[in-house]
């Protein structure tokens, strides 16, 4: 099997966010405190099992050398820097150079925020027959929209879902591309529509995540409106969206083929209401298997663990016990970006 190398485009000048990226490179835009959309990235990397990632620099790109130097969580980091902007293309060909023949790469763009499993977007592509694989995402309306039925309007959508899909700027390559004559511009323009005119482009999609490409200030409210209660795991994410003295509802987001710790809660009496997906939940003795809108209660003192057999959100209801978890064990390196157990 290749080694799997994360490489992330981080030279880009933001210029739609400015006055934010006048003194700040895009990539270091926090989400949240101390969290940057990069740190998000580089651990999304450590928790799909890429121990080395590759951080294509330019503008500003001593603050990211600054941040990360040569190791950030236990995952090596190195840096191509390009002098000159002369498009994705260039830096991709020159953070390809930079790799080992016998490797494979994953290929981010420093702007995006989003929940896709990298480990099965790796393990899907090593079974493709294609040798490039891009993420695609369904796009959402930046509108509302109208339904027309004769002389009417019949019905209002707030920016639905579109039965189109876009570039989700994360992709996934065999080996190092054959770049032909091209060496500047934006590999969007260029490559890409040659591999596809060709048929030798494939693509990887999950449905039910959260997705953000940050570009302008309204998209950067966003996704830290997103953030304010969230915190990232390994297995997915976990967010607050209720909190009183009577009791607390939680959000959680495991991605298919990982699972939560196993743990127990010495207080807490919780029941899991799943709003998408399916899985199970492991105890001691046995396996209760789950699917959407189905419901399980888990009593204090019950060790368990939440298993992902599709992508899964479930809201927990609970007793208002924020931080009442025993770890039995953990499945991964339990480290959170912000250093956190």
């Known amino acids: 099997m290749k080694d799997t190398v994360g490489m992330i485009l981080c030279g880009g000048f933001g210029k739609r966010l400015r006055p934010v990226t006048e003194t700040v490179p895009k990539p270091l835009v926090e989400l949240k405190e101390d969290y940057t959309i990069l740190d998000k990235q580089i651990f999304d990397f450590k928790s799909a099992g890429v121990n080395k990632v590759i951080l294509l620099t330019g503008f ?21 820097k390009e002098e000159k902007p002369l498009g994705t293309l260039n830096a991709i060909r020159l953070g390809m150079e930079h790799m080992d023949d016998n490797t494979q790469c994953v290929i981010r763009n420093g702007d995006v925020v989003a929940d896709l499993s990298i480990k099965k977007m790796i393990e899907d592509g090593e079974k493709s027959p294609f040798d490039f694989t891009i993420f695609v995402t369904q796009m959402t309306s930046p509108y509302g929209i109208v339904e027309l039925s004769g002389d009417k309007i019949v019905l209002f959508k707030e920016k639905p879902l579109l039965d189109y899909y876009i570039n989700g700027g994360i992709y996934f390559s065999k080996g190092k591309l054959d770049f032909g004559s091209y060496k500047t511009g934006d590999i969007e323009k260029t490559i890409f529509p040659e591999l596809a005119k060709d048929k030798k482009l494939g693509y ?9 490409a940050v570009d302008t200030s309204k998209e950067l409210q966003q996704v830290q409106n997103e953030y304010k209660n969230r915190e990232d795991k390994p297995w997915g994410y976990e967010k607050v969206l209720i909190y009183t ?12 083929g990982y699972q939560t710790s196993f743990h127990y809660h010495p207080n807490k009496d919780e029941t899991m209401y799943i709003v998408s997906g399916k ?6 003795d046995k396996k209760e298997y789950f699917g959407a809108k189905d419901t399980v209660r ?6 368990h663990t939440i298993v992902a057999i ?32």
């Open 60 to 80: 500003l790109g001593e603050k990211i050398e600054e941040r990360y130097g040569n190791e950030y969580m236990g995952v090596t980091i190195e840096y191509v």
């Open 204 to 212: 990887y999609k999950e449905n039910g995540l959260f997705w953000m």
């Open 245 to 256: 003295d009577k009791y607390l509802t939680k959000e959680l987001f495991i991605k298919e």
């Open 279 to 284: 899985g199970y939940i492991e105890f001691e």
């Open 298 to 303: 888990i009593e204090p003192q019950t060790p």
């Open 310 to 341: 599709e992508n899964t959100v479930l809201h927990e209801v609970s007793t208002p016990d924020l931080d009442d978890t025993i770890r039995i064990k953990d499945f991964y390196d339990s480290q959170t970006p912000s250093g956190k157990r």
